[in-house]
């Protein structure tokens, strides 16, 4: 069974949130992560933008179909 633990960057063109290709088992593992900032083309409107763990979100599905969001930034 897939996972339904997501990541999700937010395109500081558009404003749309898209799937990237980082998984974390749990939202710890998101929250402790150091993530390096990179930029990709967003699926949206196709302009370059920012990959860093403040535009992130990590969603988590719960077993009763709730889903958590966790939003990255920077924990100093």
Not at 55 to 61: A, T, V
Not at 72 to 76: A, C, E, I, L, W
């Given at each position: ?45 196709g ?7 403040q ?7 719960r077993?009763?179909g ?5 939003e ?5």
């Open positions: 069974m897939e996972s339904e633990e997501s990541v999700y960057s937010h395109c500081q063109n558009c404003g749309r949130w898209f799937r990237v290709g980082i998984r974390f088992a749990t939202a710890e593992e998101f929250i402790d992560a150091k993530i390096r900032k990179r930029t990709v083309d967003c699926p949206f409107c302009k370059n933008t920012l990959v860093e763990k535009y992130l979100r990590f969603d988590e599905q077993i009763d709730h889903i958590t969001h966790v990255g930034r920077y924990f100093v």
